[in-house]
Structures are given as structure tokens and as C-alpha cells.
């Protein structure tokens, strides 16, 4: 008989999510005709902008032509999108070559792929609570060790809580690899540069990797705070940090997919250069690179008449966290995030624990949150709130739950 992959049987069904589902299906069942709103996924709700809707007509109309048909692309995406993002980093004073630029059909993928570069035995940091991709794909390659209360026993967690304003500081002793969001999923908040610049200046001192994720950095508000959008933007990080970027949050593209990875030749770890040309491998031998019609489509995105009609689209997700987190403020909530990032991250009120919150939020104001302890044993007595709905159904699911917590 075939032997599979050992490390997937010790990982399980992924629990949270099919809980969610599962709890939201009975409370249909038990309340036809109510209509639920979800709080619960990151995906958007507003439709793609005028611009990127042209450019899609425009090459699908190339596709139909002798002329300006396109089979196979470059594995690592067309020129003129690779040089539109590194146009997008300049504006921000970042200088990146497009060389170093892998364009890719999502940041998910381009996170839990890059881990097949690094030896079986390397060691991992996560920030606690954490995106669950970054645990678990590095579980998949047998990197986990053993399921605990406290989480996997190969993984070191790195407790993000109200106590440290959210933001992590380095460990005593450095791991091989250290993963950090900011704009942060799921607690919604951001890395200001100061410590941005500690972990940059950690992880030259130590050797440390650091992959970067900023699949939310289109949120950051820079009139609140000093947030870096890139890494890059603290001198020296080339050498040291690789960067996920999506065209998801920032465009409405999570149904169309188009993301890169920023993986500079300047790296270190692992060699000068030598995980930029390990990914270029990967990615040409394992990837055929992302349609030719979505690329257009994310050019369109950054072309200035593109970033102003996405950045009014980020702006009613931004409006709906603004008005998420006014209400539960006035409702005497803790809230945290919701200024740099469309999630909010939730005391459970009542000291009710997570999932104890999430039915309360089900049962009594038909609104669907995600419990924090889904994202890992700091998440317990948090819930994550996305602003992603439309401000129609935010405002209504406001509503239900001011009368909720009022009758409560
Ligand atoms: N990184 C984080 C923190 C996310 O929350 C998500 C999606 O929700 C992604 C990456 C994945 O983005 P993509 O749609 O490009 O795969």
C-alpha cells in the first residue's frame, strides 16, 4: 500500500472553520428566515474597479487575437507587472529590482510553498495568535513535533497580547525562521518602525530569516502612527527579509488571484542569494506562472487611475471598521485593531471565552465572528470581526448587536 505523508495524519481536519460552519448551519435550521451576517472569513464583498474590469475585457480580447495571443508566460510573471510593482515600492522611497519580483496566483500559496526551501530541521517562530498557514504548512513538512494544549511542540509561538500592545519582540534565542504579519491578521494591528527596525536589526545580528507578510499593508493609515507598508523601507532588510504581497485585499482580487513574493538577491540567509535563486527554481519547475489576463488586470490596479479606484474601495471597508469599532467602544468592548487593518480583535465581554462569545454573537444578533483561540492559544478570550461586509449589512449587524449586548 502507498505510505502518505506521516506528518499530515498527526495535523487533523482543519477544526475552526468546519466548527463554524457547522454551527452556523444549525442556527439556520433552528431560525429559517433570519438573515446571518458573516464577520467571519477575509474575503470582500465590493465588486472589481472600472479600470481592472477594462483591462480584463481588453486582454481577453488579445487572447482572441493572432496578433496578441498569450500561451505560457515567464514563470516569474510578465515584465510589465513585475515593473509595476517595483514603480509601486519607489513611490514609497524603496528601491526593488523587478528581478527580485515573483509573481504568483496568491500570497497563501507563495507563504506555505516557500518553507520547501529550508532544511526539515530548521527552526520556526510564529507570532501567537497567527495566520494558520504559516504553522501549518510548516507542519506538513514535519516540522511541528507534537499536538499540545499550548500548540505544536516543534513550533515556537511568540505570545502577542494586550500587555505588549500586540507587537512581538525578538527572543532571547534566535530561531531560524521568524513569521510576522503587519498589518497584523488576526489581531489587526500594526508594527510601528521602531520595532520593525529591532527585528530587522535582530535578524542581521543573528542570521535569522524573517518572512514578512504584508497582504494588508493597503490598510495602514499614515496619518495614524509611523507604519511601515514594506520591510524594505528599514535599511538593511533586503539582506534579510523576504515579502508576501497580495492583490486580494488591496484590489478586490481574491476571486481573480494575483499576488509576489519579494525575494531579493541581496538575501543572506542561507547563502547571498541563494534563496532568490532557489525560488526562481521552485517556482519554474513547480508554477506556470499567473494568467496573462489577471496580470493586465493587477497592472490596471497599480496604474494611478487604478490605485485611486482602489484605495475608494479600501475606504468603505476602512469606513465599516471605523463604525464597528465606535459601536463597541460605546458598548464598553475592548477593541483593538480596525485602524490599520479590516480586522477588530475583540475582549470577549462577560468573561465569556471565545467560543463562548462567538454564540453568543450567533444566537443573539445572527452575526458570525471567528473565536480567537482559532488562531492559537494567545487568541482565548478574543474574537476576530472583519469590516468586509457591505455598509449595509455592517451597520445592521451593529444594530443586532448594541440591542444584544443592551438586553444581555
Ligand atoms: N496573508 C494573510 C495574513 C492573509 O490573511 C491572507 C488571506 O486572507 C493571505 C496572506 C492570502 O492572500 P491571497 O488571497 O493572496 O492568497
Not at 477594462?54 to 510578465?78: I, N, T, W
Not at 542569494?273 to 490596471?300: F, S
Not at 482559532?374 to 451597520?395: K, Q, V, W
Request: proline share 7%; charged share 20%.
Amino acid at each position: 500500500m502507498l505510505r502518505t505523508n506521516p506528518h499530515y495524519a498527526r495535523m487533523g481536519k482543519s477544526y475552526l472553520f468546519a466548527e463554524i460552519a457547522h454551527r452556523v448551519e444549525a442556527f439556520r435550521k433552528a431560525h429559517p428566515g433570519t438573515g446571518v451576517i458573516s464577520m467571519g472569513i477575509g474575503d470582500v464583498t465590493q465588486p472589481l474597479v472600472p479600470s481592472v474590469i477594462r483591462a480584463l475585457h481588453a486582454a481577453v480580447d488579445d487572447m482572441g487575437s493572432p496578433d496578441a495571443f498569450h500561451g505560457y508566460g515567464p514563470e516569474q510573471g510578465y515584465a510589465f507587472l513585475r515593473e509595476a510593482v517595483a514603480l509601486e515600492y519607489a513611490a514609497r522611497g524603496v528601491s526593488i529590482s523587478p528581478d527580485d519580483i515573483f509573481i504568483s496566483d496568491g500570497a497563501k500559496c507563495d507563504l506555505g510553498n516557500f518553507q520547501e526551501l529550508f532544511a526539515p530541521d530548521v527552526s520556526i517562530a510564529v507570532t501567537d495568535p497567527v495566520y494558520p498557514v504559516y504553522v501549518d504548512s510548516n507542519c506538513m513538512a514535519g516540522r511541528g513535533g507534537t499536538w499540545t494544549e499550548h500548540g505544536w511542540s516543534g513550533i515556537r509561538y511568540l505570545p502577542c497580547t494586550a500587555e505588549n500592545g500586540f507587537a512581538p519582540v525578538p527572543p532571547e534565542k534566535a530561531p531560524d525562521v521568524i513569521y510576522l504579519c503587519s498589518p497584523n491578521n488576526p489581531t489587526g494591528t500594526a508594527l510601528d518602525r521602531a520595532s520593525l527596525g529591532e527585528w530587522v536589526r535582530y535578524a542581521r545580528s543573528s542570521g535569522m530569516l524573517i518572512m514578512f507578510d504584508s497582504a494588508y499593508e493597503c490598510f495602514i493609515d499614515d496619518t495614524e502612527g509611523d507604519i511601515p507598508h514594506s520591510i524594505y523601507e528599514i535599511p538593511g532588510a533586503d539582506e534579510v527579509a523576504v515579502e508576501f504581497r497580495s492583490f486580494s485585499k488591496s484590489a478586490g482580487f481574491t476571486g481573480l488571484r494575483c499576488a509576489y513574493a519579494v525575494v531579493p538577491a541581496n538575501l543572506k540567509a542561507g547563502g547571498k542569494g541563494r534563496l532568490h535563486d532557489m525560488w526562481a527554481r521552485r517556482q519554474t519547475t513547480k508554477y506556470n506562472g499567473c494568467p496573462y489576463i489577471v496580470q493586465k488586470a493587477a497592472e490596471a490596479a497599480c496604474s494611478p487611475e487604478g490605485r485611486g479606484e482602489t484605495a475608494a474601495v479600501v475606504n468603505i471597508y476602512r469606513n465599516n471598521a471605523a463604525l464597528m469599532r465606535g459601536t463597541l467602544n460605546a458598548l464598553g468592548l475592548t477593541v483593538y485593531g480596525g485602524i490599520h487593518a479590516p480586522y477588530l480583535w475583540v475582549r470577549t465581554p462577560r468573561g465569556m471565552d471565545s467560543w463562548d462569545f462567538f454564540q453568543f454573537l450567533l444566537d443573539r444578533a445572527a452575526v458570525v465572528g471567528t473565536p480567537g483561540s482559532g488562531f492559537g492559544p494567545s487568541g482565548e478570550g478574543y474574537a476576530r470581526l472583519t469590516a468586509f461586509s457591505s455598509p449595509a449589512d455592517t451597520r445592521e449587524a451593529m444594530t443586532r448587536l448594541t440591542d444584544a449586548l443592551k438586553q444581555a
